[in-house]
């Protein structure tokens, strides 16, 4: 059993959709979630893999579960800079100004990384520039404190 989960947590990496979906009608729970706390759609989420993603989201995978370290999918999009997986996320009830279990929101983590693109993608979805983290600080104090070029005066203007 254990060798079969490992492959099905492979097959988000990597993309493998249809495999993904031979499972899901086999019964798969779509939130599987590996023992550091990543989810399916967390690992196809992160990795780029926008088919499997389509696909764990059409079979109910979550697009709110918090990995252990508390983010989510959305927040992994925007890591990345995937503008294209997260605007799947968004259109399968991502929220926006999601945090998970963690206190960051996709918004946050964009400006901190200087994602320009993510965050005018965020803003279109109605991101809150104002929304603060457990610390009290916001995208805007975020991005500053990284060093952030771009989206400190892209999210104060």
Request: charged share 25%; proline share 3%; glycine share 10%.
């Amino acid at each position: 059993m254990r060798a079969t989960r490992a492959a099905v947590f492979q097959y988000a990496r990597l993309g493998h959709s249809e495999d993904l979906a031979d499972l899901f009608g086999q019964g798969l729970p779509a939130n599987l979630r590996n023992d550091k706390g990543d989810s399916l759609l967390m690992l196809a989420a992160y990795n780029g893999q926008a088919d499997a993603t389509r696909v764990i989201l059409e079979a109910g995978g979550d697009p709110e579960l918090a990995n252990d370290r508390g983010q989510t999918p959305l927040a992994g999009a925007a890591f990345k800079n995937d503008l294209a997986i997260a605007q799947l996320l968004l259109q399968h009830g991502a929220r926006v100004d999601g945090t998970g279990d963690g206190t960051r929101t996709a918004l946050m983590t964009a400006a901190m990384f200087d994602r320009t693109e993510m965050v005018d993608l965020l803003f279109r979805h109605g991101a809150d520039r104002d929304r603060r983290d457990a610390s009290g600080q916001s995208a805007p104090n975020l991005a500053r404190a990284m060093g952030a070029q771009a989206t400190p005066a892209q999210l104060d203007g």
